[in-house]
C-alpha cells in the first residue's frame, strides 16, 4: 500500500510539473525544489561541502608535511654550518664535515668510522677534530670510509706544549682514558688550569690546535720528570660528526737530512 501511495504521489507532482509552458514549468520546480526537495538537495550541498573541505584539508597537509622536512633540513644545514663554527683559528687549510657511523675496536678502545673515504680525497694521518678542539687522526681508508684513532686512545701519541710557556712535551692516554701531558721536566713552569694545545713537534697537526685544560700534576716514579693530567676539551664518545683538516706536513727535512 506505502509503496503505491509513493508512486502515485511522485505521478502526481510529474502530471504537475509537465502542466504550463516553459516558464511555469521552471517555476513550479524551483518551488518544488525549496519546498518538499529542500532536505534533499540540502543534504547533497553539506555531503558536497563537506567532500571539498576534505580535499582542501588533504592539500594543506600534504604541504604542511612538505614544509615540515624543509623545516628539518635547514635545522640539520644548521647544525652542520654550528659544527664547523671553530673557536679556534685553523689557518687557511680546507676541510670536511663527516658524520660517526660505526666504531671499530675494544670496548675502551673504540675507533671511529666515519663516512668519507678516498673519493672525498681523505689520506693517512690527515687531523679529524671539533669545534672544540681535536679529536683524532686518520689511520685507515677505504674507497667510501675512514677509521680515527682518538685522543683518548691508549695508542695515540702527539707532541704538545704548554700555551701560555710553550713548553713541550707528549700528550697520551692509559687504557682508562685519562689524557695525560709526559716527559715535563721537575721544576717546568707549568700550572693547573694552563691550556695544552698542539706543538711543531707533531707530525699530525698545525701549532696551537687546543687539546685540554691542566688539572693535576703527577710526579713520575723517577723523580726526574713529572705528568700533567688534561681534562680534553673533546669527548670524542660523545661526538656524532667531525671535521676532517686536509693538512699533511712539510717532512722535507727528512730526505735533506737523510741526503746529507
Known sequence: MRKNLTFILFLILAIVLSLGNHEQRIKKANFLSSVIYYPFISSINKIESILNVKEKNEALSLKLAEQTQKVINLEDELQKFKKTQ?????GTNEFILADIIGYHG???????????????????NYPVISNNGIVGKIISIS???????????STFKLGVMSKRTHLQGLMES????NTYMTLIK?????????????????????????IGIVTKLIEAPDKVYMNAKISTFVKPACLDQVIIIFYEKDKSYDSEFQNN
Not at 675494544?106 to 693517512?124: M, S
Not at 674507497?143 to 686512545?153: A, E, F, G, R
Open 106 to 124: 675494544n670496548f675502551k678502545e673504540k675507533n671511529f668510522i666515519l663516512n668519507k673515504g678516498k673519493q672525498d680525497e681523505v689520506k693517512l
Open 186 to 210: 721537575q721544576g717546568s713552569d707549568i700550572n693547573l688550569g694552563d691550556t695544552i694545545v698542539t706543538s711543531n713537534i707533531s707530525t699530525i697537526f698545525p701549532k696551537g690546535y687546543p
Open 174 to 177: 692509559d687504557i682508562y682514558e
Open 86 to 90: 671553530l673557536d679556534f683559528e685553523t
Open 143 to 153: 674507497q667510501n670510509y675512514s677509521v680515527v684513532l682518538p685522543i683518548d686512545h
